[in-house]
Nanobody, 124 residues
Framework: QVQLVESGGGLVQAGGSLSLSCAAS????????MGWFRQAPGKEREFVAA????????YYANSVKGRFTISRDSAKNTVYLQMNSLNPEDTAVYYC?????????????????WGQGTQVTVSS
């Protein structure tokens, strides 16, 4: 059974930075992808960023491009999300997800396994 364990998150003032990490149990194959999604109260879960495990190609939602950086440490089976220049609109529960298909997707349906979520709150 795959487990994704997230850490990081918390409360930060607007303009600040936070870093999230997600450790995956089990083997990680080159065709796997890891993604970050977020869900604000009353809104649908939305794509934030993703990374192809083999090669490290990255993908970002337009709303975070230039501010957030996704990366991975293959030796630790861990994916990171560095979030800079945070604003109150970034407030949400952030979820790590693992995709096992060949395509890196931006839909929740593209990901088979999910972490428990971690709260990120940005105050104005």
């Amino acid at each position: 059974q795959v487990q994704l364990v997230e850490s990081g998150g918390g409360l930060v003032q607007a303009g600040g930075s936070l870093s999230l990490s997600c450790a995956a149990s089990g083997p990680m194959y080159n065709w796997y992808s890891m993604g970050w999604f977020r869900q604000a109260p009353g809104k649908e879960r939305e794509f934030v960023a993703a990374i192809k495990w083999g090669g490290g190609t990255t993908y970002y939602a337009n709303s975070v491009k230039g501010r957030f950086t996704i990366s991975r440490d293959s030796a630790k089976n861990t994916v990171y999300l560095q979030m800079n220049s945070l604003n109150p609109e970034d407030t949400a529960v952030y979820y790590c997800a693992q995709g096992t298909g060949l395509r890196v997707g931006s839909s929740v349906r593209d990901y088979a396994y999910w972490g428990q979520g971690t709260q990120v709150t940005v105050s104005s």
